[in-house]
C-alpha cells in the first residue's frame, strides 16, 4: 500500500489542522492505520492508532481530547483532526499501515507502511 498525506501547514497555537492520508488499493479495509510524528532532533513517536473498522482508537496521552483520528474506508483516506494545537505539537506527521492485527487491534508500533510526511509548525 502507497500513503500519501496531506493537509500540513502553519497555524497559531489553540488553532486547528486536519491532515489527509489517502491509500492506494482496494484493500485498505484491511489495514489498522496509524500517525505518528517526529519533531526537529527527537525521535519519532505515537499519536493515534485507529482500528480496521474504525470502531477502535489509541491516542498517545499528550493528544487525548485534543486529536481525533478517524477513517473512511469508502475513501481509503484516515484522517487526524487536531484542536487545540500547540507549539509542541510542531512536527512532520507521518501515517502508517498494518495488516495482520487482531480484529479490534491498535498497535503502537510494528507498522510496516509509512507515507512521507506532512510538517506541522504551530507558532505562539
Known amino acids: 500500500v502507497q500513503l500519501v498525506e496531506s493537509g500540513g501547514g502553519l497555524v497559531q497555537a489553540g488553532g486547528s489542522l486536519r491532515l489527509s492520508c489517502a491509500a492506494s488499493g482496494r484493500t485498505f479495509s484491511t489495514y489498522v492505520m496509524g500517525w505518528f510524528r517526529q519533531a526537529p532532533g527527537k525521535e519519532r513517536e505515537f499519536v493515534a492508532a485507529i482500528s480496521r473498522t474504525g470502531g477502535v482508537t489509541d491516542y498517545a496521552d499528550f493528544v487525548k481530547g485534543r486529536f481525533t483520528i478517524s477513517r473512511d474506508n469508502a475513501k481509503n483516506t484516515v484522517y487526524l483532526q487536531m484542536n487545540a494545537l500547540k507549539v509542541e505539537d510542531t512536527a512532520d506527521y507521518y501515517c502508517?499501515?498494518?495488516?495482520?492485527?487482531?480484529?479490534?487491534?491498535?498497535?503502537?508500533?510494528?507498522?510496516?507502511?509509512w507515507g512521507q510526511g506532512t510538517q506541522v509548525t504551530v507558532h505562539s
Open positions: 502508517a499501515a498494518v495488516q495482520g492485527v487482531a480484529w479490534a487491534g491498535v498497535p503502537r508500533k510494528g507498522y510496516d507502511y
